[in-house]
């Protein structure tokens, strides 16, 4: 047994382009995952999400660094020599085998005996919940049916990892939500380790032990969801995983009070963390939507004032649509409780908003933070 | 309601469409069918036309119970059936063998070699048939090409007998008949989802597992109708035995086109066609029933 069930050590891979030149898919990839650990590829579309999982399943050769599953070295190990199953994006059930001889796939080419064989598939189906349904064909399945096949389908041989290429991108909002759980519990039910790649942030966050923002063939960064969404460290992630306004600017401190002056003439108020040594020069400061509030007047709370274009009626609340007087874009999400001050805000299409300098991340620019 | 009256109206101008069509195909395919299939139950007049008289001996003589009075069974009727049937058959697998790998290849080049691969193969169709036939008369000859050029290196010291064989006979069909197999081969190699083999190999089968699991099944739409498509003609054709065959290979095509044309025996020839037809027929009846049968599979079957 070895601790970690895959590491990823400055895996790399180029494609050439057919106009000529090439791209760096993967560059310089570090990754582990341990046992029993739910980890998110999170990325834009074109990011290196898919080449990496199949970099792991042995579709695709590195051109520089190694990859070892479960402590072995997988150089040149063909994919079906790999203990690694997938899920596809497309599902990719075999169109002329039945549910079952889908599903029994694996342990049919692994010459397991008929009897256990079925006795598996009948198992596998009853997990993702579509007992009964062996003899079908996958044609008349709908789509949230073929992806439990597709996903009883990767399971059946017990494989050490389980990659999920976006699986639930195919599937409408209510029925992705209770995938997400089901998929969750069944993570925990199996306890093999899965690598679920998705472009929706949401579900990264919903799901996650930890999330691995990549952009552009490179880790961004790899931390809980938590961690990911409170203290992105750079406008990339920042930006990518839910919404946020950036600003950035050059930071003077006056004890532990730091402020960012931006080109715009704006001046955003925080605080000195610990971890963090900041003693001027570029930064880039972050704050969530939701970490706006009307201002009250409260002294602990810094302010700015804002010209408001829009205002969206969210449900449980509103999103605030303006630009600060110096011109950047601000975005702000306010409580639907505070109803009388946003009638006041849509009257004179003005706001002072509020937040606690406590709460602003600072995301180091020009390598003035350590 | 709407909907239904619409469609009531789409389908009363939709047989309105057809009809002459279906007219056409009944008067100039089935009359001519149904005339053959009459003569080939008539007796044989003694210079060509025919006496109206009932005759299942036109059968009879290739199946072996002739008419006891002028006629034998002769098992040259059936030896020639049985040759026809394997050079056709031998032909689909040539082809196919030849076709399928070439349709993997060609699927897989980018866009204009693609398209470039494809005009290629359907390039033969602007020449005529008979003269690509006679330039391979003039390539397996006696002093043909391939002959000549061998004597003349000293590898061989007699010519070879190329032509006039049923070899020759099977090349000449193969050549003829293989865009037929390629066209319907490559619209199945083309749609095949290449992530499904990802799959295959991803749940641990090798490459030959992959190929018999699953291109293979999937593929073999392809395959049967390219085979249809040579079988057939193959069965029926007299122009290649004859350029290429020579006397000694005789096939039902020429066999027919010889009780037509010179010995002016239409019955006979026409009992010959219809058993031709009744044995494809049957193929085809057969290979419909089993695409049905498995694509037919309705949700209550669970
Ligand atoms: N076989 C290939 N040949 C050339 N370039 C490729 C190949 N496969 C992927 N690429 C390129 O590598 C980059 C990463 O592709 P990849 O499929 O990993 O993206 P992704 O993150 O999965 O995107 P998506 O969310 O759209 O699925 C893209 O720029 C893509 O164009
Ligand atoms: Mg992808």
């Known amino acids: 047994m070895h601790d970690k069930i895959i590491s990823l050590d400055n895996a790399t891979k180029r494609f050439s382009l057919p106009e000529g030149g090439k791209i760096n898919a993967l560059d ?59 899920v596809f994006q497309n599902y ?47 044609r008349q399945l709908s789509g949230g049916q073929q992806q439990r096949v597709a996903l009883a389908r990767a399971i059946i041989a017990r494989p050490k990892l389980l990659l999920l290429d976006e699986p639930l991108s195919a599937l409408d909002r209510n029925l992705r939500q209770s995938m997400q759980i089901e998929l969750k519990n069944l993570q925990a039910e199996l306890g093999i380790s899965f690598i679920f790649v998705t472009h929706d942030q949401e579900e ?40 946020s306004n950036l600003f950035e600017g050059k930071a003077s401190r006056d004890g532990e009070r730091i402020h960012i002056a931006t080109e715009h003439n704006e001046v955003i108020e925080a605080r000195a963390r610990k971890d963090q040594h900041i003693n001027g020069g570029k930064v880039t400061a972050m704050l969530r939507p939701e970490q706006f509030s009307l201002a009250d007047g409260d002294e602990n709370r810094a302010e700015i004032d804002v010209t408001i274009d829009q205002i969206v009626f969210l449900g449980s609340a509103y999103e605030l649509l303006g630009k600060t007087t110096g011109g950047s874009e601000i975005k702000a999400i306010i409580s639907a409780a505070r109803q009388s001050r946003l009638a006041e805000v849509e009257r004179t299409k003005t706001a002072r908003l509020s937040y606690d300098p406590n709460a602003v991340h600072l995301i180091p620019g020009t390598g003035d933070v350590q | ?112 070699w693609k398209n470039f691969s494809l005009f290629l193969i359907a390039l033969p169709f602007f020449a005529s048939l008979i003269v690509r036939l006679f330039i391979w008369v003039l390539i397996l000859k006696k002093t043909g090409f391939i002959n000549s050029t061998l004597m003349s290196l000293g590898i061989i010291s007699e010519p070879l007998d190329m032509i006039y064989t049923e070899g020759a006979t099977i090349l000449g069909m193969v050549y003829i008949f293989i865009p037929f197999m390629f066209l319907p081969l490559y619209a199945s190699v083309e749609k095949l989802d290449w992530t499904l083999v990802k799959a295959s190999q991803d749940l641990g089968a090798n490459g030959f597992q992959t190929f018999f699991r699953v291109i293979l099944p999937l593929t073999m739409p392809g395959i049967i109708g390219g085979s249809i498509l040579v079988f057939i003609p193959t069965l029926g054709n007299f122009v290649v035995p004859t350029v290429l065959g020579g006397a000694k290979v005789l096939m039902l095509g020429n066999l027919i086109e010889q009780q037509f044309l010179s010995a002016r025996n239409w019955p006979f020839g026409a009992a010959l066609s219809m058993l031709v037809m009744t044995g494809v027929l049957v193929m085809l009846f057969i290979y419909i029933r089993s695409e049905t049968k498995d694509g037919d599979q309705s949700p209550a079957t669970k």
């Not at chain 1, 549910?99 to 342990?107: I, Q, S, T």
């Not at chain 1, 063939?217 to 920042?238: E, H, K, M, R």
């Not at chain 2, 009944?26 to 080939?40: R, V, W």
Request: aromatic share 10%; charged share 15%.
């Open chain 2, 1 to 112: 309601m709407k909907g239904l009256s619409q469609s009531n109206r789409q389908r009363a101008q939709l047989s309105l469409l057809l009809g002459p069509v279906t007219i056409f195909l009944a008067i100039f395919f089935f009359t001519p069918l149904l005339i053959m299939l009459i003569y080939s139950f008539l007796m044989p007049g003694l210079y060509g036309g025919v006496e109206w008289i009932f005759y299942p001996h036109n059968y009879g003589r290739i199946l072996g119970f002739a008419d006891p009075t002028f006629e034998f069974f002769d098992p040259v009727y059936i030896q020639i059936f049985l040759r026809s049937l394997r050079i056709a058959a031998t032909t689909v697998i040539i082809t196919l063998l030849v076709c399928y790998p070439a349709a993997f290849q060609i699927s897989r080049l980018k866009e204009n």
């Open chain 1, 204 to 243: 990264a966050l919903t799901m996650s032990n930890r999330v691995a923002v990549l952009n552009g063939g490179v880790i961004q960064q790899i931390d809980t969801p938590l961690n990911t969404y409170n203290y992105p460290a750079n406008s990339f992630v920042a930006s990518f995983v839910g919404a």
């Open chain 1, 28 to 86: 310089a990839i570090d990754l582990e995952v341990s046992r029993n650990e739910f980890l998110t590829l999170l990325g834009p579309s074109g990011c290196g999400k898919t080449t990496l999982l199949h970099v792991i399943s042995g579709f695709v050769q590195l051109d520089e660094g190694q990859i070892l599953i479960d402590g072995v070295d997988m150089g040149e190990t063909p994919p079906h020599n790999r203990p690694v199953n997938t």
């Open chain 1, 92 to 138: 990719a059930l075999f169109p002329h085998m039945s549910v079952g001889e889908n599903v029994g796939y694996a342990l049919e080419i692994a010459h397991t005996p008929k009897p256990e064989r079925i006795k598996r598939v009948g198992e596998a189906l009853e997990l993702v919940g579509l007992g009964g349904y062996a003899d079908r064909m996958p």
